[in-house]
């Protein structure tokens, strides 16, 4: 009832002019929202689409990197470190009503404590997420902060599989600690990895919440699935239809990405 009905519905209805609207028709037409994404609005939909994958390429590199640096860092006994995983991991259960409202009185354009850092600091002033150069930057940092300690405890639970001999053994042979992390560390995390990567990929390319509280998909941060919910359920006269059309790119853009990215990195763990 509240997953296989809706989904099924968002596929009829991306072959309508359904506005969405109580009491209005459906108005069957076939295949025109398809072809007017690819044609009369062809702009629109590829400009969604570039800044949704720069969005999700931004993420999931940043996002990682950051994990593993966290669970190298914090890949200890006691409890202080427990302490630490934890405080890092606390966004992650934040809800992003609660992190957009953070996040926006931190880059107030006005009064906001990033505004009063840079104009002391540099003596110059910026809007931030008014900012058609920064606001997506923002948005994708935002977004890493929130989950980089769930992709931390993946990588602290992979680190943990990990033989302690393998590392005895690398150590005998001289091996130092940038060498021990480029030919062992990271090779033996390649599961870890791939959980993590692929969860931020398909994560990244479905957001649209944290979009829409920070910036509204303005300012260059109209990713698809802002342009979904715009075009579904904020435009002045209702053009759910179309928005079910965007939703169903959007789940083929996921499944070929996710899937891509899913079949390689499992590739690399057999290569492995």
Do not use: H
């Amino acid at each position: 009832m509240f997953g296989l009905y809706p989904s099924l519905a968002t596929i009829g209805y991306s072959f309508t002019q359904y506005s969405g609207l109580p009491g209005t028709p459906l108005n069957l037409c076939g295949l025109c929202n398809y072809s007017n994404a690819f044609t009369a609005l062809s702009s629109e939909v590829w400009g969604a689409v570039r800044v949704t994958l720069i969005y999700v390429v931004g993420v999931a590199i940043v996002q990682n990197a950051i994990g593993i640096g966290l669970a190298l860092l914090l890949n200890r006994r006691g409890r202080s470190y427990a302490v630490y995983r934890a405080l890092i991991f606390m966004p992650q259960i934040f809800s992003v009503a609660v992190v957009g409202a953070i996040f926006s009185l931190i880059f107030d354009p006005f009064s906001g404590p990033a505004e009063k850092i840079l104009q002391g600091a540099f003596g110059v002033t910026s809007t931030f997420l008014g900012s058609n150069q920064l606001a997506l930057p923002i948005v994708m940092l935002v977004n890493v902060w929130m989950f980089s300690g769930y992709s931390m405890l993946i990588y602290i639970a992979g680190l943990r599989n990990i033989p302690s001999d393998v590392y005895e053994a690398a150590s005998m042979d001289g091996a130092g600690r940038w060498r021990m992390f480029r030919s062992m560390t990271f090779p033996l995390l390649a599961p870890a990895f791939t959980v993590n990567m692929f969860l931020a990929v398909v994560g990244a390319l479905g957001e649209y919440a944290l979009i829409l509280v920070l910036t509204g998909g303005n300012f260059g941060t109209l990713t698809l699935g802002m342009y979904m919910f715009n075009s579904a359920f904020l435009s002045g006269n209702g053009q759910l239809g179309f928005g079910s059309m965007l939703a169903m790119l959007q789940f083929f853009l996921t499944l070929v990405v996710g899937g891509g990215i899913l079949w390689t990195l499992r590739r690399r763990e057999v290569a492995l």
